[in-house]
């Protein structure tokens, strides 16, 4: 296993746009979880998936911002309409065992021009 | 409120310095991980802690349930050391996110 992967590395997009991400979590996990780190600051919760259910979502996650896991294996991380403000590094993490045991994919970083 | 403080924001030391980055939170947690992240934004994770110590080469991580802080220590420093250390926890409130210091960035000059 190569770990958790994430598509694409970087992204650039205009403002308005729609952009996709994908996350590749190691096989056997299944919890799925995204965060988003802006500049200087550490990583915040965006929303975790345990299989396809999605448990918990920040309000960080506005009406904008959709997440999909549809067969509990990869996951999808949406944002419409796309503002300067989006504009941060999405970081993947796959568990098997919750808080305990963390694995983080390398990022999508995100530049909304 | 579930918070995490870590200290100092910024670290510079020469070359085989011994190093101490703390953090400490708020409330009771479940797990605390220290974690490193290099330029270009990938996160690995070098120790997840419970309680007590832990020791992995040059790098040691303490915690200390009852005072709610935790030390990660890198003996003999080295330029590869040069990265931001993280601090999250998982707080003991059943939810499984993990909660991040800002971080504190390492530079160790030869």
């Known amino acids: 296993d190569t770990g958790v992967s994430q598509n694409p590395r970087h992204k650039i997009t205009k403002r308005g746009q729609n952009v996709t991400f994908r996350c590749d979590p190691i096989s056997e996990h299944n919890r799925l979880y995204w965060y988003r780190q802006t500049l200087g600051q550490g990583p915040e919760f965006l929303t975790y998936f345990q299989n396809e259910a999605q448990l918990e979502k920040s309000r960080l996650l506005s009406d904008r911002f959709s997440a999909e896991r549809p067969k509990g294996s990869f996951s999808t991380l949406e944002i419409q309409r796309t503002e300067q403000g989006d504009s941060a590094m999405y970081l993947c993490?796959?568990?098997?065992?919750?808080?305990?045991?963390?694995?983080f994919g390398s990022g999508t970083r995100l530049t909304v021009v | 409120k579930n918070e995490v403080e870590q200290s100092p924001q910024n670290l510079t030391a020469q070359e085989g310095e011994f190093i101490t980055i703390n953090c400490s939170y708020s409330?009771?947690?479940?797990?605390l991980h220290w974690l490193q992240q290099h330029p270009g934004g990938g996160i690995v994770s070098l120790f997840m802690l419970s309680s007590g110590k832990k020791k992995h080469g040059r790098l040691i991580a303490t915690i200390n349930i009852q005072e709610k802080h935790s030390s990660l220590h890198i003996t003999a420093s080295h330029p590869r050391d040069s990265a931001v250390y993280i601090c999250?926890?998982?707080?003991?409130?059943?939810?499984?996110?993990?909660?991040f210091g800002k971080g504190t960035k390492l530079t160790v000059n030869p």
């Open positions: 409330v009771g947690i479940s797990a």
């Open positions: 999250a926890v998982g707080f003991a409130d059943g939810s499984e996110k993990l909660v």
């Open positions: 993490a796959s568990s098997l065992r919750g808080v305990y045991g963390y694995t």
